[in-house]
């Protein structure tokens, strides 16, 4: 358990400089990484880096919501450089957060060819607004990154999993556990004076 714990600690801090790497190469002033509930058509901000991380990590989003809510249901990129003029653009995150959003760069994470969640980058700060070429590159974050979820994802189940088990092991009764160990071999024997009542005797080993 204690090293699923580090794992999942990994995984985080792997994705948290994925983003902090991408947001310093593509010169963005904010960045974010949601994952997608697709059975609740929700999206989950995850990672988020920038001046209101404070107050969007953790927050929930519908599908329906704005520029990811469109990349994720849509599983397209988007370049949007003028978001006020952008009719996806939801423009009740800003009002939230007190962050002006001018322009971004919004990329799906898929695997195996479906959507588990989008990243995006904020506010190019040479003003020129994000290109081709910084599209292309956000996908190839978006190959590693949706990795690295798939691995946290795992990992977190894993722990979930072993998690109960030992929880059921711990509520066995001594007799249950013999049962259910799959080391403890049953083998008749004789009876001893006191079990010739006719029961059966079983012994076993761990």
Not at 38 to 62: M, Q
Not at 125 to 149: M, P, Q, R, S, Y
Not at 170 to 199: A, H, I, V, W
Request: hydrophobic share 35%; proline share 3%; net charge neutral.
């Amino acid at each position: 358990m204690r090293s699923r714990k580090k794992n999942t600690a990994y995984y985080d801090y792997l994705i948290d400089e994925i983003m902090r790497i991408t947001e310093r190469d593509l010169k963005a002033s904010a960045s974010s990484l949601l994952v997608l509930d697709d059975e609740k058509k929700e999206l989950r901000f995850l990672f988020v880096k920038g001046p209101a991380s404070g107050i969007l990590k953790g927050a929930i989003v519908g599908t329906e919501t704005g520029v990811v809510g469109w990349v994720a249901s849509n599983g397209e990129p988007v370049i949007a450089n003028d978001v006020q003029r952008d009719q996806r653009f939801c423009r009740d995150m800003d009002e939230i957060t007190t962050f002006e959003t001018k322009s971004l760069l919004c990329v799906p994470l898929k695997l195996k060819g479906k959507v588990i969640g989008v990243i995006e980058v904020l506010n190019k700060l040479d003003g020129n607004g994000f290109d081709e070429h910084d599209l292309e590159t956000l996908k190839e974050v978006a190959k590693t990154a949706a990795k690295a979820i798939e691995l946290k994802q795992i990992d977190e189940t894993l722990r979930a999993s072993e998690g109960r088990y030992f929880e059921l092991v711990r509520q066995l009764t001594d007799r249950e556990f013999k049962l259910f160990n799959p080391y403890f071999q049953f083998s008749e024997r004789k009876p001893t004076p006191s079990e010739r009542r006719g029961k059966r005797a079983v012994s076993g080993y761990p």
